[in-house]
């Protein structure tokens, strides 16, 4: 398809901050890349809440919970309250409250996920306590699961193994009803401002090969927490922007939501890749990075 979108300029920029009461940003390659903050950030954000605009920071990333993503936050010197903070392990928890679940959880991921089913009450099992678990293949080797298990989480892993991956699919696979939960599906992640790195994709990936079943996804593009945000505070969904740098996720997740939506290639979309008669994904607006707002005060 043709593409006859432009960077946004000025005067469209000062459009849409007229028409937006709420922003939602992706945190990972608009806010900061890796463990440091992309330039400009701090002012862009303190000019919007001046503005009076509601700010929301959305994550796919599920290795810590909201808790932990504040202190990140803090640590970079950026104001801002848990309330305002939704990740991916947080979503994943507030999608078992909201089908009222009773169950045990065997988790696939790093602390995040732990501590936002303890603050709930849920228990779950796996985690860190499966990290450098090994399976030393044997005749007639047998592996026992967790007969209890009526949900699997599968989020980011820095210390995914053959353990986890065959605890995981005997509970899908074998208990009655089990749950297949993914935090989100992402190709690649910035762990470093250095280079991207395999995401959460590849872990959901492997469950997925070995039980031959689709999982609920709670990240974006998902429509969970963007339904839970604008139904908690009451938010017309087209008075919100979308500000994010990946297509198949933010962008996505703001187009399918009925949002507007800003494209910031500060992150993984290149402008080649935005420009390619191969994508068919296409933001209202885009440009080099969130702090490019700033012209239009």
């Known amino acids: 398809m043709a593409h006859k979108q432009r960077k946004m300029d000025i005067a469209e920029a000062k459009k849409l901050l007229d ?37 929301f920071f959305i994550t796919n990333n599920s290795t810590k919970s909201r808790a932990g993503y504040l202190k990140k936050f803090t640590s970079l010197g950026l104001n801002i309250t848990a309330e305002n903070i939704f990740s ?12 009222k679940f009773d169950g045990k959880v065997y988790v696939v991921g790093e602390t995040g996920i732990g501590e936002e089913l303890d603050l709930l009450g849920i228990k779950w099992s796996g985690c860190e306590a499966d990290k450098g678990k090994e399976v030393t293949l044997s005749e007639g080797l047998y592996m026992d699961h967790d007969k209890d298990v009526s949900a699997v989480i599968v989020g980011f892993d820095r210390h995914f193994n053959y353990h986890k991956i065959q605890q995981a699919t005997l509970c899908i696979r074998e208990n009655p009803g089990c749950l297949f939960i993914a935090t989100n599906t992402d190709a ?21 090969g070995s039980t031959q079943q689709e ?9 969970f927490m963007l ?71």
């Not at 390659?29 to 509601?54: F, H």
Request: proline letters at 4%; a negative charge.
């Open 19 to 55: 028409k937006t009461k709420t922003f939602i940003f992706d945190c990972d390659g608009v806010i900061w890349k890796g463990d440091s903050l992309i330039d400009g950030v701090p002012e862009t954000i303190d000019m919007l809440k001046s503005m009076g605009k509601q700010l």
């Open 88 to 99: 991916s392990s947080f979503a994943a928890a507030a999608y078992l409250e909201s089908i």
């Open 188 to 208: 690649v992640t910035h762990l470093t401002s250095a280079q991207e790195w395999a995401g959460n994709g590849s872990m959901v990936g492997c469950i997925k």
């Open 215 to 223: 999982p609920i996804v709670v990240g974006k593009p998902s429509s």
């Open 227 to 297: 339904d839970y945000i604008a139904e908690k505070y009451s938010i017309p969904k087209d008075e919100i922007c979308m500000v994010g740098d990946r297509l198949d996720t933010d962008i996505l997740f703001g187009k399918d939501g009925g949002l507007s939506t800003l494209l910031v290639l500060s992150g993984v979309t290149t402008e080649d890749r935005l420009l390619s008669p191969k994508n068919d994904i296409v933001p209202d607006f885009y440009t080099n990075q969130l702090s490019d707002l700033l012209e239009a005060k």
